[in-house]
């Protein structure tokens, strides 16, 4: 994470007009087709949510935006990425966990499976902050949701994503999807362009395992 000048970076004027917005964020909803994932999670016997999680990373491992992060007055750039995930613990609540992201398919699932067990087994939050821009999720897996709200703390200004529970029909499986940014970040045309993506990605997806 290394602090750049905004007026020397493509964020420039974005960030100017942003920076002291009273709620810098934006959501977009997408309804996306998962017929793939659940196919291969059912398969493979592998999480639907890893998945998901996986071609997530996989639609902002090129994307430039992902990369730099407004964070109070100052932006920071990052060289790497890393997906958050909301786990259930031992306890019932929940921790969050931040996994590396590199686009290798096996060391991610590895990775997801390792961390996540032990973030529930010992209620301690995994961060990789200062080392990765974090894209968060977060799966409310006990209902179908037509469309989560944007949060804006002040403090906590990276991208977020939110899903439900998938719906089935006879021959396809679909998912609504919200995804929160900073304006400062990502214009709505970038935010668009990865959501068009991570489409793709979920459509062309295949597990060699």
């Not at 639907?48 to 920071?76: R, S, T």
Request: aromatic residues 12%; proline residues 3%.
């Amino acid at each position: 994470m290394i602090p750049v000048n905004p007026q020397d970076s493509p964020r420039a004027a974005q960030f100017e007009i942003w920076k002291n917005a009273p709620n810098p964020m934006l959501v977009f909803v997408k309804r996306l087709d998962v017929t793939n994932l659940v196919r291969i999670s059912r398969r493979k016997h592998l999480k639907f949510n890893m998945l998901l999680d996986y071609c997530i990373g996989k639609a902002a491992i090129h994307q430039k935006e992902f990369y730099l992060l407004p964070v109070g007055d100052q932006l920071m750039q990052f060289d790497k990425i890393a997906i958050n995930t909301m786990v259930k613990n031992h306890t019932g609540d929940v921790s969050s966990c931040d996994i590396a992201f590199d686009g290798d398919f096996n060391t991610y699932c590895n990775d997801y499976m390792k961390y996540t067990a032990e973030v529930a087994q010992t209620c301690i939050d995994r961060d990789l902050s200062k080392e990765c821009m974090v894209i968060g999720t977060s799966a409310i897996v006990d209902t179908e949701l037509e469309f989560a709200g944007g949060m804006y703390s002040g403090i906590y200004n990276n991208p977020y994503i939110i899903w439900g529970k998938y719906r089935r029909s006879w021959f396809k499986t679909t998912l609504m999807l919200s995804f929160q940014f900073h304006h400062a970040q990502m214009d709505g045309a970038h935010a668009a362009h990865f959501l068009n993506t991570l489409q793709e990605e979920i459509d062309k997806f295949i597990c060699n395992n």
